[in-house]
C-alpha cells in the first residue's frame, strides 16, 4: 500500500534522491510500503493513516445562534511518528490539524473545514466554519469541552448519534500532521478535572473519562455508519 508523502516544493529533489516516487492522480509523492518510512520521516506529519474517517455532528454557532454541522477526522488503523510509525488500531480522533494532502484539503473544503487562523493557539489549523455565517468554529471547544459538540453524541444518553463516513483510500495511506489524543492521559488530567469541579457546568475529557476503551467500543454500535455517502 502506498504511503504518501507532504513534500514541500523546495525539498522535492532530496525526496526524489532518497527514492521517493511522483503520483500524478493524487500530484503527491509516495513511497511503496510502510516498511520504508524511517528514511522519508521528515514528511510524514505526525501520523499516517491506513483508516480514514469522517465524524459529523450538529451543534449551535456561537454568533449566528443558528444550527452548524461540525466534523472531524479520525482512525482506527494508523502509524503514529512519536510512537515508531508501530500500528496502532485505538479509535483516535485528530486535533488541530496543520498538514494534509492537497487533494483531501479540497475535498474537506466542501464541509466548511479548512485552513484558519486561531488567535487562541496563534496558528493556523483545519477548523470548522459556520454554514450559516462563516464563523469559526476552533477545535479546543470540540475536543477539550464535550459538551458542545462531539462527545456529547458519542457518551450522553438520549443525544443524536454522529454521522460517519469511512474516506479510506484502498491505494494510498494518508500522512495528517495534528495533535493525537492521548485519551488515558487526558481522561486522568489534574487540571481539567479541577475545572469540573469548580464549575461542573463545564464538562471536559476528563470529567466525563474518555479514556482509550471506551473510544474503542464506538464504532459502529453508536455512530451512523455511511460507506462512501455524502453526510
Known amino acids: 500500500m502506498k504511503v504518501l508523502l507532504n513534500v514541500p516544493f523546495d ?7 532518497l527514492g521517493a516516487k511522483w503520483d500524478k492522480e493524487v500530484k ?3 513511497i511503496e510500503d510502510i516498511s520504508d518510512i524511517d528514511e522519508f520521516s521528515q514528511w510524514t506529519g505526525d501520523i499516517i493513516c491506513e483508516n480514514l474517517y469522517i465524524i459529523r455532528a450538529e451543534k449551535t454557532c456561537y454568533r449566528c445562534h443558528r444550527k452548524t454541522h461540525v466534523m472531524l477526522l479520525a482512525t482506527d488503523r494508523s502509524y ?3 510512537e515508531g510509525y508501530r500500528l496502532n488500531t485505538n479509535l483516535q480522533i485528530l486535533t488541530f490539524v496543520t498538514d494534509m494532502p492537497k487533494f483531501l484539503e479540497q475535498d474537506l473544503e466542501d464541509y466548511k473545514y479548512y485552513l484558519s487562523f486561531s488567535k487562541a493557539a496563534d496558528y493556523m489549523y483545519f477548523m470548522n466554519h459556520c454554514a450559516n455565517c462563516r464563523a469559526k468554529q476552533g477545535d479546543f471547544y470540540l475536543h477539550e469541552m464535550p459538551e458542545e459538540a462531539i462527545y456529547k453524541h458519542l457518551f450522553y444518553e438520549n443525544v443524536k448519534p454522529c454521522t460517519f463516513m469511512d474516506i479510506s483510500d484502498d491505494e494510498y495511506m494518508i500522512p495528517i500532521t495534528c495533535d493525537l489524543p492521548h485519551y488515558d492521559e487526558v481522561a486522568n488530567d489534574v487540571e481539567l478535572m479541577k475545572l469540573h469541579i469548580e464549575n461542573s457546568e463545564i464538562e471536559n475529557r476528563a470529567s ?3 479514556t482509550q476503551e471506551k473510544m474503542n467500543e464506538l464504532l459502529p454500535s453508536v455512530v451512523n455508519y455511511y460507506q462512501g ?3
Do not use: G
Open 11 to 17: 525539498e522535492k529533489d532530496d525526496a526524489k534522491f
Open 28 to 30: 503527491s509523492w509516495y
Open 80 to 82: 503514529a511518528k512519536e
Open 208 to 210: 466525563m473519562m474518555v
Open 229 to 231: 455517502a455524502n453526510i
